[in-house]
């Protein structure tokens, strides 16, 4: 057959295509997470509570998706800039020793590239499998305000100051260890906040214990609520890319003039088309923590009404207003370095603001 073993646990092969892909690939191992943290708290006067902690956690046995007919990283230029003839070598075309007999694909003519014949296994563009060997590490300090519903009012503060990191992908499909960099979903700073206030109107509050009737209904009872959140934004990443002569990581980020039609600084990096890197050996990370996309911030509101309407039945008027300062969160720029629209946004994350209302009759 075309298609000799690879190695133990991969099964049978018994369908020869363009590309063959394996659930899994070695031992299969359940991802599992280690967690740990250490705190102290605090009662302050007011009935506030203060608490300060350390949490950490270990995650393993996450699945990568592994490349196991890579072309081998000898033919790959280590060139700090574009090696035309490393690609030129790679790319030409030459006597395709399958032709016809791997009908219905891209590798059935008379000629092929090079480097898919440089392939262990050139009758396939392309072998992955699952493999369990995947971690990540997260590391923060998280602290805590809280006040508790005392005369009619609470409210909560959390921020955490984090890091993550993540070893889940190669940089290069040859790569025989796994790339460690600042993990997708890692947000650096995250403040929330929230409150519950009872208006002090209406039957036993501080002004109008006395009303009834049509005053109470519509003045007293009321209840408002908010809950605000603010966060860092995303590490960005820009693929396989090459930077302007001099530049650095540490001149991508602006420090003034940062907007949507410019969200860094786009002279950092090398915007020729005809320069940019092919069949180099990648060395730039995947994502950078040092450049990020915008931060998300949003303020909901509610408020709430309960009216009573005798001994066995109890109305309630709410009113949510999501995104109540009606805030543009932006979404992240373009990250193409050839693309005219490089470091533009043109999208938003999340929506406008929005109200809801709802009533429910309890009896």
Not at 74 to 102: I, K
Not at 325 to 352: E, K, M, V, Y
């Given at each position: 057959?075309?298609?000799?073993?690879?190695?133990?646990?991969?099964?049978?092969?018994?369908?020869?295509?363009?590309?063959?892909?394996?659930?899994?690939?070695?031992?299969?191992?359940?991802?599992?997470?280690?967690?740990?943290?250490?705190?102290?708290?605090?009662?302050?006067?007011?009935?506030?509570?203060?608490?300060?902690?350390?949490?950490?956690?270990?995650?393993?046995?996450?699945?990568?998706?592994?490349?196991?007919?890579?072309?081998?990283?000898?033919?790959?230029?280590?060139?700090?800039?574009?090696?035309?003839?490393?690609?030129?070598?790679?790319?030409?075309?030459?006597?395709?020793?399958?032709?016809?007999?791997?009908?219905?694909?891209?590798?059935?003519?008379?000629?092929?590239?090079?480097?898919?014949?440089?392939?262990?296994?050139?009758?396939?563009?392309?072998?992955?499998?699952?493999?369990?060997?995947?971690?990540?590490?997260?590391?923060?300090?998280?602290?805590?305000?809280?006040?508790?519903?005392?005369?009619?009012?609470?409210?909560?503060?959390?921020?955490?100051?984090s890091t993550t990191m993540v070893e889940t992908g190669y940089l290069n499909n040859f790569d025989s260890e796994l790339e460690r960099v600042i993990g997708p979903f890692d947000r650096t700073h995250v403040f929330t906040t929230s409150g519950i206030a009872e208006l002090p109107f209406g039957r036993g509050r501080h002004w109008g214990s006395g009303w009834s009737g049509i005053t109470e209904g519509l003045l007293g009872g009321w209840q408002v609520s908010y809950l605000f959140k603010a966060q860092s934004g995303a590490p960005l990443g820009f693929?396989?890319?090459?930077?302007?002569?001099?530049?650095?990581?540490?001149?991508?980020?602006?420090?003034?003039?940062?907007?949507?039609?410019?969200?860094?600084?786009?002279?950092?990096?090398?915007?020729?088309?005809?320069?940019?890197?092919?069949?180099?050996?990648?060395?730039?990370?995947?994502?950078?923590?040092?450049?990020?996309?915008?931060?998300?911030?949003?303020?909901?509101?509610?408020?709430?009404?309960?009216?009573?309407?005798?001994?066995?039945?109890?109305?309630?008027?709410?009113?949510?207003?999501?995104?109540?300062?009606?805030?543009?969160?932006?979404?992240?720029?373009?990250?193409?370095?050839?693309?005219?629209?490089?470091?533009?946004?043109?999208?938003?994350?999340?929506?406008?603001?929005?109200?809801?209302?709802?009533?429910?009759?309890?009896?």
């Amino acid at each position: 057959g075309l298609l000799e073993p690879v190695g133990s646990g991969l099964g049978l092969m018994t369908n020869v295509g363009l590309t063959a892909n394996f659930p899994y690939v070695g031992e299969v191992r359940t991802p599992r997470t280690h967690r740990w943290s250490v705190g102290v708290q605090r009662e302050l006067p007011g009935s506030f509570l203060v608490e300060g902690t350390y949490v950490g956690s270990y995650s393993e046995h996450i699945p990568v998706n592994t490349e196991l007919d890579p072309v081998p990283a000898q033919y790959f230029s280590t060139s700090p800039v574009r090696d035309d003839a490393t690609n030129n070598f790679l790319t030409s075309q030459v006597a395709n020793p399958f032709a016809g007999l791997l009908p219905g694909t891209n590798i059935n003519g008379g000629t092929v590239a090079r480097s898919q014949l440089l392939r262990a296994y050139p009758q396939f563009t392309s072998i992955t499998a699952l493999e369990t060997i995947g971690v990540s590490d997260y590391t923060s300090f998280q602290g805590r305000l809280e006040r508790r519903m005392v005369n009619g009012f609470t409210v909560q503060a959390a921020y955490t100051w984090s890091t993550t990191m993540v070893e889940t992908g190669y940089l290069n499909n040859f790569d025989s260890e796994l790339e460690r960099v600042i993990g997708p979903f890692d947000r650096t700073h995250v403040f929330t906040t929230s409150g519950i206030a009872e208006l002090p109107f209406g039957r036993g509050r501080h002004w109008g214990s006395g009303w009834s009737g049509i005053t109470e209904g519509l003045l007293g009872g009321w209840q408002v609520s908010y809950l605000f959140k603010a966060q860092s934004g995303a590490p960005l990443g820009f693929g396989n890319f090459l930077f302007a002569s001099g530049a650095t990581v540490d001149d991508v980020p602006l420090s003034s003039g940062r907007d949507e039609n410019r969200w860094f600084n786009v002279d950092a990096f090398n915007r020729v088309n005809a320069q940019q890197l092919v069949s180099n050996v990648r060395t730039q990370p995947s994502r950078f923590d040092e450049v990020r996309g915008p931060g998300y911030a949003v303020l909901d509101l509610g408020f709430l009404k309960n009216v009573n309407l005798g001994s066995r039945m109890r109305a309630q008027f709410r009113a949510e207003v999501y995104n109540a300062l009606n805030r543009a969160n932006l979404a992240g720029p373009n990250t193409t370095p050839t693309n005219s629209a490089f470091g533009t946004i043109t999208a938003q994350n999340g929506l406008p603001r929005q109200l809801q209302l709802a009533a429910r009759l309890s009896f």
